[in-house]
């Protein structure tokens, strides 16, 4: 399914609601691509799931905030990788999550 075809088809399902969020925040792997940056070198070349990014203009195009919050210890590298996707600047602010038992808290802003 081509971006635009998913973007339209995402538009369509926002429509349906009147209230819409504010902000939408994404976790990074295995949400918006199919790996952990863990284990993927920064020379690589990723690639997101074939419906997010349609999914991620029909957000922006209602004017929904994005947001990544990620606990991934490999900032650099999923910051390289969100510059090669050209989606960076979708997003109004990427923070990290420390994993505590049960509870997450947002350490620092790092990307």
Not at 27 to 36: A, I, K, Q, R, V
Request: aromatic residues 12%.
């Amino acid at each position: 399914m081509g971006e635009e075809r998913v973007k339209e088809e995402a538009l369509q399902l926002i429509g349906m609601f009147q209230l819409l969020p504010r902000l939408v925040v994404f976790d990074l792997d295995y949400t918006l691509w199919p790996f952990y940056c863990l284990r993927r070198s920064k020379r690589e070349t990723p690639s997101l799931y074939p419906h997010a990014k349609g999914i991620l203009y029909a957000l922006k195009d209602k004017r929904i905030n994005l947001a990544i919050a990620s606990r991934s210890p490999t900032a650099d590298t999923a910051n390289t990788f969100l510059d090669k996707l050209s989606i960076k600047s979708m997003f109004v602010t990427k923070v990290r999550l420390l994993e505590l038992p049960f509870y997450l808290f947002i350490s620092k802003v790092v990307f």
